[in-house]
């Protein structure tokens, strides 16, 4: 058994958060292991597999859009997090990726529609039987940590019937978000429950669902002592305040902005997710700082740039990946 996901402080699994430059960025500040966003296995399945010499990345497409791009910096901290139903998919997956990532983790915490009437997320909290055919069938066939990601159930006696069948599996690690299925981030977390699941179990716990009282990086760690959990995983406070991973203290919206709009030039990223990046850490700044104002109105990465005076950088990296790009025509990049 690895160490992986023990003592760790994780940036959560979040779709449309949970992509290059926002890893790239919690890692900087501090972040030991970084979740992709969910995606769904016939999602990764139907993609292609392409090396990316320009970018130095790893990218999985379908057509032009990009499913996941994987960063060389973040190769040995990447979580994929998967959608699944079925344990066949969720092999296939595993088969495909595990090469270019460090773990692969299973949502089954996920209470919105899609997930649930496609059997996926919390609709397997209900299904102990298929959980453990999946996470089975994962452990057997993979060379990397494997692990999954659930809320609470309704009663703590269900809660630790699950999480045993869980760690019966042969799982590294999972993840517990401390409310329960029907639950909305007002309610209050489940600290105790979370606890308590810790007590049961040997394998390291990742407690979730806290990011509502972190306001300073201290808080991560008060919430790894009040739960006892191994680790912790972050999620809205980490998008909303992606400096919070740093020790040193948070930074400002600005040097936030400026430091992910980098990343979000080096490594491509879609005029649409670096919008809603920008737009989550500007928060409730966004009508009343003519930053943010432009930001909302920008129609392109281009014009984000402006916004925050980063021109320059978006037309480093434009420039820079057109000049790579014709010389890739012409032979070989030196
Ligand atoms: C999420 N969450 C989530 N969970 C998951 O397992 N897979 C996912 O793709 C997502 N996507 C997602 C997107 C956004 C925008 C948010 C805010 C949340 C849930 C997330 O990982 C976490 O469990 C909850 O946000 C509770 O933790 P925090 O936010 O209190 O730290």
Not at 163 to 181: N, W
Not at 289 to 317: H, S
């Amino acid at each position: 058994m690895s160490d992986f996901y023990a003592n760790k402080i994780a940036l959560a699994p979040m779709v449309k958060g949970g992509r290059t430059p926002l890893r790239l960025l919690a890692l900087k500040y501090g972040a030991e292991l970084v979740y992709t966003e969910e995606i769904v296995d016939v999602k990764l399945l139907h993609s292609r597999r392409v090396v990316n010499d320009i970018l130095g990345t790893v990218d999985y497409l379908n057509n032009t859009e990009v499913v996941l791009r994987i960063a060389k910096e973040e190769r040995e901290k990447i979580v994929l997090q998967i959608g699944t139903n079925n344990a066949e998919n969720a092999v296939g997956v595993l088969k495909k990726l595990q090469g270019d990532v460090a773990a692969l983790d299973v949502n089954m915490g996920c209470p919105k529609p899609f997930s649930i009437s496609g059997g996926m997320g919390a609709a397997l909290l209900s299904k102990p039987e298929s959980v453990k055919h999946i996470l089975t069938a994962l452990v057997a066939n993979a060379t990397i940590p494997i692990s999954c990601k659930i809320r609470v159930l309704d009663e703590p006696s269900k809660t630790a019937e699950f999480v045993k069948m869980l760690e019966s599996t042969g799982i590294q690690a999972f993840g517990i978000h401390g409310r329960r299925r029907d639950e909305r981030p007002g309610d209050d977390n489940r600290i105790s429950e979370i606890k308590e699941v810790v007590g049961l179990v040997k394998i390291p716990v990742i407690a979730n669902g806290n990011s509502y009282l972190i306001k300073e990086n201290a808080d991560i760690e008060k919430f790894r002592t009040d739960t006892t959990a191994s680790s912790v995983m972050i999620g809205r406070k980490a998008l909303q305040n992606p400096s919070i991973f740093r020790k040193e203290g948070v930074l400002t919206m600005e040097e936030e902005i400026s430091d992910f709009l980098d990343l979000a030039c080096q490594y491509d990223e879609s005029y649409t997710q670096t919008k809603y990046v920008v737009q989550r850490i500007l928060g409730g700044q966004q009508e009343f700082d003519p930053r943010g104002r432009a930001t909302v109105a920008a129609v392109n990465v281009i014009e984000i740039c402006q916004a925050w005076g980063k021109e320059d950088v978006y037309i480093k990296w434009r420039d820079y990946r057109r000049r790579h790009s014709l010389k890739r025509k012409e032979g070989p990049l030196e």
